[in-house]
């Protein structure tokens, strides 16, 4: 079952596919939210998100993106933070909806979706980055943070330069903006 799942995720038609087809997918996601939405819950689900958001942004104000190693900021933690942060964006969204089956599935697909994806770039950035990126490996954790290494000084980096190079502006006021627009929904348009 593994194997047929992971071919599923990596196969090159289905991968294109749903790369033509993210932001039709992402609006119906966005909709079909918001229609089940808990305003109830819009406090929690915002916090979660912004978490998620705050560990993307730090990634994108660390990461100097196919040109040399990144081990500063949150990638002395974890070799694929952004991929965590984007996890946690998103979770706070889908928690609006006050059903966890909809959280496990969501984590099960993500799951599926991050590993294969962190196979098929580690393979990539093998090759990019050689020796460095095969010490980096064995010394930090794929996806569990090892936050002995919070005492490191390379924790604290935070560039806004390289920020707005990998445009970590924009992934912020698209998130803020899909919190507003499903806040007045709630509040003006939802049904009582």
Same mark, same amino acid.
């Given at each position: 079952?593994?194997?047929?799942?992971?071919?599923?995720?990596?196969?090159?038609?289905?991968?294109?596919?749903?790369?033509?087809?993210?932001?039709?997918?992402?609006?119906?996601?966005?909709?079909?939210?918001?229609?089940?939405?808990?305003?109830?819950? =819009?406090?929690? !689900?915002?916090?979660?998100?912004?978490? #998620?958001?705050? +560990?993307?942004?730090? &990634?994108?104000a660390s990461? /100097?993106?196919?040109?040399?190693?990144?081990?500063?900021?949150?990638?002395?933690?974890?070799?694929?933070? =952004?991929?965590? !942060?984007?996890?946690?964006?998103?979770? #706070?969204?889908? +928690?609006?909806?006050? &059903?966890?089956?909809?959280? /496990?599935?969501?984590?099960?697909?993500?799951?599926?979706?991050?590993?294969?994806?962190?196979?098929?770039?580690?393979?990539?950035?093998?090759?990019?980055?050689?020796?460095?990126?095969?010490?980096?490996?064995?010394?930090?954790?794929?996806?569990?943070?090892?936050?002995?290494?919070?005492?490191?000084?390379?924790?604290?980096?935070?560039?806004?330069?390289?920020?707005?190079?990998?445009?970590?502006?924009?992934?912020?006021?698209?998130?803020?903006?899909?919190?507003?627009?499903?806040?007045?929904y709630l509040?003006?348009?939802?049904?009582?």
């Amino acid at each position: 079952m593994q194997t047929a799942i992971d071919s599923l995720f990596n196969h090159p038609t289905a991968r294109r596919i749903f790369l033509n087809l993210r932001y039709a997918l992402a609006f119906i996601l966005v909709m079909l939210v918001a229609y089940y939405s808990d305003i109830e819950l =819009m406090p929690f !689900g915002f916090v979660v998100s912004m978490f #998620g958001q705050v +560990i993307q942004l730090w &990634s994108f104000a660390s990461l /100097i993106k196919n040109e040399k190693l990144t081990a500063r900021g949150p990638y002395v933690l974890v070799r694929n933070p =952004m991929y965590l !942060g984007r996890y946690f964006l998103i979770l #706070g969204f889908l +928690i609006l909806t006050g &059903s966890w089956w909809v959280v /496990i599935l969501y984590t099960v697909f993500y799951w599926f979706y991050m590993s294969n994806r962190v196979r098929r770039e580690e393979k990539r950035l093998a090759q990019l980055l050689g020796a460095a990126y095969a010490a980096y490996r064995m010394t930090v954790n794929r996806f569990l943070p090892n936050f002995v290494e919070l005492a490191n000084p390379a924790v604290l980096y935070f560039n806004f330069a390289v920020l707005r190079r990998n445009n970590g502006h924009w992934n912020l006021l698209a998130t803020l903006a899909g919190w507003l627009a499903l806040d007045i929904y709630l509040h003006y348009f939802a049904r009582p």
